[in-house]
């Protein structure tokens, strides 16, 4: 009975609402959304999105889309979420028409803040909603345009939506009112929200609470037209308002933060859906492409002068003659397909069969370069910001230094002051999350030289606002950030980490700070192993420091103190261990090892080597250390061929040990580079003969260690290690007396070992 009585006292929406379901960034919404607004001339504008971002629609006439509105968390700035616009966008459409007319124009969705924290956004942020109402994560188990393609006899829905609605030559054009394709959609949606009631989750029934709400305010405030631009899925549920208490009772309780926001630059890449933004589509720069072609009905042929003028800056062959070729054939697969034109699913076949010559790769250029598109947003200097973005901006004009989507590899000479300075901008942001760099450590510059990968994200924008709460200026953010990662460091790796990062920072408190927990964390650390590990970040620091104005001889004690104490335990730390722990000990002895010769001073060179001998005679040390103690010991000359042949000879020959023992030594004393292996034909002939000799099932045993053994050696020197083989002295090849099985198993096993490395 109560249902009844609901029913009868809903009321219906009155004549003079206008409501004009979309599609989120969907062209055909935007000229439909265009085109009514203009018919109509509501008095009022009410568009899908969080209330809190009315007071920065002044700032539409500064804004080149894409962009997005910003909101966050006053007490918790990393707390934000997007609401992305391009200029094809209907909303945006929308907003600026009541602009360019002097209409009123509100955002009529649930409040920001009281949405903010919700539920987990990741990159997507609080997007506008799909068509299934969800403002971010996944998709919808309920795909709306996947059920009305499937009804229209269309297994792609993207294509049935295209050809109906977003192509200029779609269903829309055969009347002359748009809001009968707005009633059409709306009429559709109605049925599937009728069938699929159940599909209805708690947080899309709030948020339409919010929008009746928000609407019976707007008509109480005009007596002319009402024009309400939202996601197609929400129109019926706006159709009858039911008693105002009803709705309000679902908004009871709703979280309340005190919200700020701006607009930031956006981009294509962005609005895709590959990007995991939830409200995204498959392909943004095809649609501004089919927004801005919408008046002149030469899509297609501009289309592909554009993608070859792509291919041509990549030095591939693409004439106007492949061009001309390429729209007739996807002219014909249209026809063919019945379609009202081309859509992109001929486009792109016929781009690949006529420009292409059938290569996907060059396609691919053409889809990251037209499809997804490299368009980003600007936002004027009047829009307000952070200080911390400020401060961003200002230094990114500075030192001439414009972020931009496309990667960039760039090289800064440490002894030219712009540069430098750049640098620093770079690490202090990376401090803040805001990975706008990241140093190619394939590149070996020297000591005044860096080589930097760039490539900006729109989304950094929130983890800017999310470092606003730890300084004004891009300096004092980091600089803080660092004090408080060194007060709360808590291992030796830890400390070193912040140290080197706060030296590259070129920040002296953070430096003295780091400095004091690297002492700490040392002090209190007994594991020679997490000693050992963190000299490799030091000695980089150390040869570093100079460079970059701080005294190394500070930063060589901490290094000669970490090296000492590491030196002294690194022999019982080796000493029955299990394989894990091992490999962690071979690692630091790896890296230690770099680090003496790269910073330390002679005496304490003396120290390390000392170390390294009490290691190889330690009874009982696990043989991946031991081994790798006797290569590094070999080639530093402190131990000769003989000495090192005699230990091989007692670790390989067993002598009441363990295959597995001796795998690991061997493998030990493989890493690193094989020249010099190679080279001494004494050394070699006793892994080479160690290795044939090995029954198949200890081989099969020992080949992930020697695999990983091998696996730093070049092409060059794997190919140099089999013509050793086969020319050595000893070998049955040279001698003449193959034996077929001997062969077998020796070519077999050199097969087996290389097959896991590329050789």
Same mark, same amino acid.
């Given at each position: ?16 609402? @206008? ?25 009022? !504008? ?47 459409? =929308? ?69 109906? !609605? ?51 305010? =707007? ?20 159709? &009858? ?17 005190? @919200? ?24 943004? /720069?095809?649609?501004?492409? +089919? ?8 899509? &297609? ?25 390429? !729209? ?9 397909? /019945? ?15 006529? +420009? ?14 037209? &499809? ?59 401090? +803040? ?17 860096? =080589? ?56 002296? !408190? ?8 690297? #002492? ?127 230990? +091989? ?30 080279? #001494? ?52 090849? @040279?001698? /003449? ?12 096993? &050199? ?9």
């Amino acid at each position: 009975m109560a249902p009844r009585d609901q029913v009868r006292r809903d009321r219906a929406l009155p004549d003079r609402v @206008v409501l004009l379901g979309i599609r989120h960034h969907g062209p055909g919404s935007a000229r439909m959304v265009a085109a009514a607004l203009a018919a109509v001339r509501p008095e009022v !504008v009410l568009i899908e999105g969080p209330p809190e971002g009315d007071a920065l629609l002044e700032h539409l006439p500064s804004l080149m889309p894409p962009v997005a509105l910003l909101l966050h968390d006053e007490a918790e700035p990393s707390s934000a979420a997007f609401w992305p616009f391009a200029e094809f966008s209907p909303e945006w459409r =929308a907003m600026t028409w009541a602009h360019d007319n002097g209409v009123p124009v509100r955002f009529f969705d649930l409040p920001a803040s009281a949405s903010l924290g919700e539920e987990p956004r990741e990159e997507r942020g609080g997007e506008p909603g799909e068509e299934s109402g969800a403002e971010s994560g996944p998709r919808a188990v309920l795909d709306p345009l996947g059920v009305l393609a499937e009804a229209a006899g269309f297994d792609d829905p993207e294509r049935w939506w295209e050809d109906v !609605v977003e192509h200029p030559t779609g269903i829309q054009l055969g009347s002359a009112d748009p809001r009968d394709l707005a009633a059409a959609v709306a009429e559709a949606m109605g049925a599937l929200r009728e069938e699929f009631a159940d599909q209805v989750d708690d947080r899309t029934l709030r948020r339409e609470a919010f929008m009746r709400q928000s609407l019976r305010k =707007a008509l109480k405030e005009t007596e002319g037209p009402v024009a309400v631009v939202c996601g197609a899925w929400h129109v019926p549920a706006l159709r &009858v308002l039911p008693p105002s208490t009803a709705d309000a009772a679902l908004l009871k309780g709703l979280p309340r933060r005190k @919200v700020s926001g701006t607009w930031v630059p956006w981009s294509h890449g962005r609005l895709a859906t590959s990007s995991g933004y939830g409200a995204g589509v498959d392909s943004p /720069g095809w649609y501004a492409h +089919l927004w801005e072609c919408a008046d002149r009905g030469d899509s &297609v042929p501009r289309w592909f002068a554009r993608a070859c003028s792509v291919l041509r800056e990549e030095d591939l062959p693409a004439s106007t003659a492949n061009a001309v070729e390429a !729209v007739r054939l996807a002219e014909t697969l249209a026809a063919l397909r /019945g379609r009202p034109s081309p859509g992109l699913s001929e486009i792109s076949e016929a781009a690949l069969a006529v +420009l292409c010559g059938g290569d996907e790769v060059h396609l691919r250029l053409v889809h990251e370069k037209l &499809v997804i598109g490299e368009r980003l947003g600007e936002v004027g200097a009047g829009v307000p910001t952070s200080p911390l973005a400020a401060d961003l901006a200002r230094s990114q004009r500075r030192l001439k230094f414009p972020p931009s989507l496309e990667g960039k590899q760039i090289r800064l000479d440490l002894r030219k002051d712009n540069d430098r300075e750049r640098s620093k901008l770079l690490r202090r942001l990376a401090v +803040l999350g805001v990975p706008w760099g990241r140093p190619d450590r394939t590149r070996t510059l020297g000591t005044f030289a860096e =080589a930097w990968q760039l490539r900006w994200d729109p989304g950094f924008a929130v983890s800017l606002a999310g470092a606003a709460r730890h300084g004004t200026t891009v300096e004092a953010a980091a600089d803080r950030v660092l004090r408080q990662r060194a007060a709360a460091a808590d291992r030796v790796a830890v400390a070193a980490e912040v140290l080197s990062e706060a030296v590259g920072c070129e920040l002296p !408190v953070s430096v003295l700070a780091a400095r004091s927990a690297l #002492d700490r964390c040392a002090a209190a650390a007994t594991d020679a192993v997490e000693l050992l590990g963190a000299l490799p970040d030091l000695a980089t620091t150390v040869r570093y420091g100079s460079v970059r104005g701080t005294d190394p001889e500070l930063l060589r004690v901490a290094l000669h103190g970490l090296l000492a104490r590491g030196a002294v335990g690194l022999p019982l730390a080796c000493r029955g261990v299990d394989d894990h722990t091992a490999e962690r000990a071979l690692a630091a002895v790896n890296g230690a090892d770099d680090a003496v010769r790269l910073a330390a001073d002679e005496e304490h060179q003396a120290t390390w080597r000392r170390a390294l001998l009490s290691l190889v005679g330690m009874p009982d040390a696990h043989g991946l250390p031991t081994g790798r103690a006797t290569r590094l010991l070999w080639e530093s000359g402190d131990l000769d061929t003989a000495a090192v042949a005699t230990r +091989l000879h007692r670790a390989t020959s067993w002598n009441g040990g363990t295959a597995s023992g001796a795998t690991a030594f061997v493998s030990g004393f493989l890493r690193g580079s094989a020249a010099l292996l190679a080279a #001494d034909a004494r050394l070699f002939d006793l892994v080479d003969e160690w290795l044939s000799g090995l029954a198949p099932a200890d081989f099969d045993d020992a080949l992930p260690l020697l695999r990983r053994a091998i696996s730093d050696f070049s092409a060059a020197e794997r190919r140099l290690l089999g013509e050793r083989v086969l020319g050595s002295p000893g070998s049955p090849a @040279v001698a /003449g007396e193959w034996d077929e099985a001997m062969a077998e198993r020796l070519s077999g096993h &050199v097969r087996a070992l290389l097959a896991g490395v590329g050789g």
